[in-house]
Nanobody, 120 residues
């Protein structure tokens, strides 16, 4: 089975920082794109940041300059460094990955979600 396991969420004051991690495990041949999404109560899930296998990145306008997405291909792990956090960043954060199996079939998987709360 292929799984994505997230960690790093928590409670932080405005202006603080957190780093989220998401590790993929299983019979993985390669991982193409990986990304972070978030969903606040009553709102739609939105893309926060994405990173391709070659390292190119994209960010939501609301987090540009504050968040950084990165990946460690050897560990099949994607990170989201979040700095200068604001109350409006409060949400459940989910990682997502497009995975190629050893069979060469592809699949998409979501992490379980991790809560990020920014409050004084």
């Amino acid at each position: 089975q292929v799984q994505l396991v997230e960690s790093g969420g928590g409670l932080v004051q405005p202006g603080g920082s957190l780093r989220l991690s998401c590790a993929a495990s299983g019979s993985i041949f390669s991982i193409n794109t990986m990304g972070w999404y978030r969903q606040a109560p009553g709102k739609e899930r939105e893309l926060v940041a994405g990173i391709a296998s070659g390292g190119s990145t994209n960010y939501a306008d609301s987090v540009k300059g504050r968040f950084t997405i990165s990946r460690d291909n050897a560990k099949n792990t994607v990170y989201l460094q979040m700095n200068s956090l604001k109350p409006e960043d409060t949400a459940v954060y989910y990682c997502n990955a497009d995975i190629q199996l050893w069979s060469r079939r592809t699949m998409n998987r979501w992490g379980q979600g991790t809560q990020v709360t920014v409050s004084s």
